[in-house]
């Protein structure tokens, strides 16, 4: 089996400040993980993803995030906040199930908000 | 543009009513897949693809049905039975289910409401 914690329901930020949401995963393989970030009212948009390569992540508009195996965790990270950024971001664990399948599981969701 | 569209963007449903969600992609993506996203509860797996003609249950498959008949499209239909449909529906697609780093593409949703 495997979960996806995200640590943090609501995050608030000022403009300009880093930003640091976090999740921590279990799995019984190698997983890959992913961020969403969601507007309201709209669908996820994939912001970057960690398939074994290298563990920094660099994704769209600044964030990246960091696959820490001895911490089962992938932190999402960007230096200065935008009021942009201000949005849901979901951690999504996808590991293997068993007879080549593949299981994806979300995480619950942090709400951004960034203050001007 | 290739991309995922989901209609409507509000559906409304009454009691008792049978209703149907769009999702078609032109992607030529082989897996597609169905969401239900309730407040503060993540992403819930309705009803996958993976080639035409084929779907599996996912996690919260009761109340539903899916159909697909070509491979752009995998529409959801909201049934009678289920009780609480009221949620936001996120249709998805991704070229295969194999792989651990197969990325899915959303759509921008569809908010069903119970009159």
């Known amino acids: 089996a495997q979960s996806v914690t995200q640590l943090d329901s609501h995050v608030s930020v000022s403009e300009g400040t880093p930003v640091l949401l976090r999740c921590n995963y279990s799995?019984?393989?190698?997983?890959?993980l992913f961020w969403y970030v969601q507007h309201p009212n709209k669908g996820l948009q994939l912001l970057l993803k960690?398939?074994?390569?290298?563990?920094l992540v660099k994704g769209i508009n600044g964030f990246e995030a960091e696959f820490k195996k001895s911490e089962t965790s992938f932190h999402l990270t960007k230096p200065s906040a935008h009021m942009s950024d201000a949005a849901e971001y979901f951690c999504?664990?996808?590991?293997?199930?068993?007879?080549?399948?593949?299981?994806?599981?979300f995480g619950k969701g942090t709400k951004l908000s960034v203050i001007p | 543009d290739g991309g995922i569209t989901q209609s409507p963007k509000y559906l409304f449903r009454k009691e008792g009513q049978n209703v149907t969600l769009s999702c078609e992609q032109n992607?030529?993506?082989?897996?597609m897949y169905w969401y239900r996203q309730d407040p503060g509860q993540g992403l819930r797996l309705i009803y996958y693809?993976?080639?035409?003609?084929?779907?599996q249950k996912g996690d919260i498959a009761e109340g539903y049905s899916v159909s697909r008949e070509k491979k752009e499209s995998f529409p959801l239909t909201v049934t009678s039975a289920q009780k609480n449909p009221t949620a936001f529906y996120l249709c998805?697609?991704?070229?295969?289910?194999?792989?651990?780093?197969?990325?899915?593409?959303f759509g921008p949703g569809t908010r069903l409401l119970v009159l």
């Open positions: 998805a697609s991704s070229r295969g289910l194999a792989g651990p780093g197969e990325t899915q593409y």
């Open positions: 799995s019984s393989y190698s997983p890959s």
């Open positions: 960690y398939t074994s390569a290298a563990t």
């Open positions: 999504v664990v996808r590991g293997y199930s068993g007879a080549g399948s593949y299981q994806l599981t």
């Open positions: 992607l030529n993506h082989d897996a």
């Open positions: 693809s993976q080639i035409v003609n084929d779907f």
